[in-house]
């Protein structure tokens, strides 16, 4: 069972990692994604589950969900956000189909967006579920909490590249499920991720994003890896269209090939900013 729990809580979209800038003072921003999860070649049954580094569903089978996330702009260097998500897949009648619960601030610390190196630390609040959705696998029933690093570098107008570090403490009711499994989950959870971004022309950016994160069941291996191709569209100056897809696996090999155990996930969504 691989599992995952370090939510984006307001990413870069529709990258798992984040940039350094910030909504600007008194500015607005509103982002409403689509993603859809697939298990490759998994066992089936409960807990045998590789999961999708970034989301929130750590139950075995697929998922379809709609994340949002709102944004305000406190100062030019600090932003609060929160967010949620709508799971439209698997449902059922005893538990709620929204999850994920998040409240963050990004502070940018160091530097002026767009200009040579930027660094932000943002914290991370995220609220329980209910405990039945903990059985299914949308969430944690008890307040988890962290922090993310942020670093980002501006070469030229062509080409940024952005870095993560996390760090999230993740509790859970041990007298329930975890996602279909019983089994006693790792409370320190690390993240580290590196993405470069190219300007290809006006309104156009493409994406690479690749990662590695802790494995949360205590049982398994330390950690696994994702890989990630994404491209970021301008409808206009306050609208993007974002579409992604990633693989992650236990390693960097089936990440790559995927012929083996692996769990696909595509990201398609807009990203809308208004005073």
Known sequence: ?????????????????????TVKKGGNQIEM?????????????????LSSPGEEFLGPGSTKSFPFT????????VEIA?????NATPRASDYSPYSNYVLNAKWRFWGEEGDSWNFAIKPILQFPVSK????????QAAF???????????????????????????????NYLNGGSAGPLRLNLYSASIAP????????????DFGVQTNPPATEQQSTMYGMVAAIISLSESVDFGISMMRSAQNTGLVLVGNGANSTRLDAGITWRFD
Do not use: C
Request: charged share 15%.
């Open 132 to 139: 039945q959705q903990q059985v299914v696998g949308f969430g």
């Open 197 to 208: 971004v190219w300007n290809v022309m006006d309104g156009f950016r493409l994406a690479l």
């Open 70 to 77: 709102y944004t305000r702009g406190i100062t030019e260097n």
């Open 82 to 86: 929160i967010g949620t998500q709508y």
């Open 1 to 21: 069972m691989t599992l995952f729990l370090i939510s984006r809580a307001q990413a870069f979209e529709p990258l798992n990692t984040d940039d350094a800038g």
């Open 144 to 174: 988890n909490y962290g922090a993310t690093f942020i670093s980002s570098y501006y070469l030229n107008e062509s080409l940024e590249a952005h870095i993560n570090v996390g760090y999230m403490r993740s509790p859970y009711n041990v």
């Open 33 to 49: 994604y689509f993603y859809s999860i697939n298990k490759v070649n998994q066992p089936t049954g409960p807990g045998q589950d």
